[in-house]
């Protein structure tokens, strides 16, 4: 890995908190909801939120449904179990507005977001900043504006505007024919191994793992080496990796 002119970043939970503003939504809908879905168990209902949005969002990814639609099975999945009929289009885009309200409300970037921004700018001068991400612009670019990154990245690639999703090498090269630079001056960082890192580097640009919980076990470690990923558990931990080329 060569000192690169170009950091690419995803954005869900790695820039910015999404699982924390999930949790903190999700919660606050049910709280406001009232009856058996607000008597549930916390963190039973957050885990099968979770469920439903990694199967039903990657559905969507991969061309099943549209983003829409992802969103009104998630909404009736929850639902479900408590014999709430959302049946009717409206009235699960209904229900998933509102719950939509509630996750606004808890935007915010990981404390390290922007301090990594601060270092890698200090340390290599002239780097630019993109982010590289899995969903619909426009949404992601509200929480980019919301939270005040918006003002420090040059370029966001989004996958419902490039026709392809990451682990696809086109997303990545694509945000690379934006900064006009070859995908080896480039590195991208995020929180899956596959999705984020091992896809970055198979498009032939440096990958870093962001392993924020430090969960990674024996095998994923071997896989990581294997596509020359680095693995890292904090953003304060990326600046010195990139500086120093290594």
Known sequence: MTVPRVVLFDLDDTLFAHSRAV???IAAYRAAHGGALSDAD???????????????????LAGEIDYREQRRHRARGFVE?????????????????????????AWVLYDD?????????????????????????PFQRAKM?????????????????????????????????????????????????????IGAASAGLGGVWLDRHGAAHDAERKRATA???????????????????R
């Open 42 to 60: 916390d963190a039973v209902e957050l885990a099968r939120w979770h469920e439903l949005e990694e199967h039903h969002y990657h559905r969507y």
């Open 23 to 25: 949790a903190t939504g």
């Open 81 to 105: 179990p408590y014999g709430l009929d959302l049946s009717s289009d409206s009235d699960a885009d209904d229900w998933f507005g509102r719950y939509i309200v509630e996750y606004q409300r």
């Open 145 to 197: 504006d919301a939270t005040g990154l918006s003002e420090r990245i040059e370029v966001t690639v989004a996958s419902g505007d490039v026709g392809v999703a990451k682990p696809h090498p086109r997303i990545f090269q694509t945000a690379c024919e934006r900064f006009g630079v070859e995908p080896h001056e480039a590195v991208y960082v995020g929180d899956r191994l596959d999705t984020d890192a």
């Open 113 to 137: 977001a922007l301090p990594c921004l601060d270092a890698l700018a200090e340390r290599i001068p002239g780097v630019r900043f993109g982010v590289v991400t899995n969903a619909e612009l």
């Open 227 to 245: 596509s020359a990923v680095r693995i890292i558990e904090t953003l304060s931990e990326l600046p010195a990796l990139l500086a120093a080329g």
